[in-house]
């Protein structure tokens, strides 16, 4: 099982930033697919969720109008729109799939700052 981000990056206030996580090695349309994310200093939390065929998503209140998750069932993709980064956005993001198990991808670091 794998799943793998695409890299993060420095990114200004303001600005955008797509993170994409390929998954291999399980039935991926099967599972719902979530991006956390995990500050220095803080727990791990919730960005955004999203249901196996795509229908349903959920997202935390301080990303709400701001981020979007989708998933590419056919690509085993599922990606997170970032628009209008705060520096509070600052943290690892990491990719997960849940349904009877739990998997994680590696983390990508993205960092917001002029």
């Known amino acids: 099982v794998q799943l793998v981000e695409s890299r993060g990056g420095l990114v200004q206030p303001g600005g955008s930033l797509r993170l994409s996580c390929v998954a291999s090695?399980?039935?991926?349309?099967?599972?719902?697919m979530s991006w956390y994310r995990q500050a220095p200093g803080k727990e791990r939390e919730l960005v955004a969720s999203?249901?196996?065929?795509?229908?349903?998503?959920n997202y935390a209140d301080s990303v709400k109008g701001r981020f979007t998750i989708s998933r590419d069932n056919n690509k085993n993709t599922v990606y997170l729109q970032m628009n209008t980064l705060k520096p509070d956005d600052t943290a690892v993001y990491y990719c997960c799939a849940r349904l009877f198990k739990t998997y994680w991808g590696q983390g990508t670091q993205v960092t917001v700052s002029s």
């Open positions: 999203i249901t196996s065929g795509g229908v349903s998503t």
């Open positions: 090695g399980f039935t991926f349309g099967r599972y719902v």
